[in-house]
T-cell receptor, first 111, second 113 residues
Framework: GESVGLHLPTLSVQEGDNSIINCAYSNSASDYFIWYKQESGKGPQFIIDIRSNMDKRQGQRVTVLLNKTVKHLSLQIAATQPGDSAVYFC??????????FGSGTQLTVLP | DSGVTQTPKHLITATGQRVTLRCSPRSGDLSVYWYQQSLDQGLQFLIQYYNGEERAKGNILERFSAQQFPDLHSELNLSSLELGDSALYFC????????????FGPGTRLLVL
């Protein structure tokens, strides 16, 4: 059959604005979550992580929010820059199990 | 730079052939993971090795195999290649068996013609 490209959700933001990328996870037993950034032609790059006993964690220009009630994870990028353009993946894991990756969101930063 | 290295960066081969992809983990990391990333399936976990032993298997085909050597580098062997095996293959490493944080290499882009 015909091969269809993976349809990624997209987000376009103006340079300097804040970005919010969302991720819904399915396993209520997941206790560790990671955000990865993948630039074109490169491997996924670790950005920030959070454990299920937290609901917020901040890094440099990035913040991850975790809402376990609705199984939702978000990545906030402050003052988005052109270098932030990439595909962003969330990943979840339960103890002693492998990471499960979401399908990703394509972030495009407009000049 | 994650500290994980992969060779080759690009590989073009024909159907039915066999190739070997190589990965060196970050210094000190004992676990190595292999992933396949294709356009229609996203990032799929293939297999994990820890300190030389296979520890977990994901969606890895029987035509594919891997091993981890005493120096902790790993190789992924892909045989009887099909067009659908064309993809990016990533290696990742982590400190120990259950470290969730994995650091990815730059990948090998495989094209099967």
């Amino acid at each position: 059959g015909e091969s269809v490209g993976l349809h990624l959700p997209t987000l376009s933001v103006q340079e300097g604005d804040n970005s919010i990328i969302n991720c819904a996870y399915s396993n209520s037993a997941s206790d560790y979550f990671i955000w990865y950034k993948q630039e074109s032609g490169k491997g996924p790059q670790f950005i920030i992580d959070i454990r299920s006993n937290m609901d917020k964690r901040q890094g440099q220009r990035v913040t991850v929010l975790l809402n376990k009630t609705v199984k939702h994870l978000s990545l906030q990028i402050a003052a988005t820059q052109p270098g932030d353009s990439a595909v962003y993946f969330c990943a979840e894991t339960i103890p002693a199990r492998q990471l499960t990756f979401g399908s990703g969101t394509q972030l495009t930063v407009l000049p | 730079d994650s500290g994980v290295t992969q060779t080759p960066k690009h590989l073009i081969t024909a159907t039915g052939q066999r190739v070997t992809l190589r990965c060196s983990p970050r210094s000190g990391d004992l676990s190595v993971y292999w992933y396949q990333q294709s356009l229609d399936q996203g990032l799929q976990f293939l297999i994990q090795y820890y300190n030389g032993e296979e520890r977990a298997k994901g969606n890895i085909l029987e035509r594919f195999s891997a091993q981890q050597f005493p120096d902790l580098h790993s190789e992924l062997n892909l045989s009887s290649l099909e067009l659908g095996d064309s993809a990016l293959y990533f290696c990742a490493s982590s400190v120990d068996l259950v470290s969730e944080t994995q650091y990815f290499g730059p990948g090998t882009r495989l094209l099967v013609l």
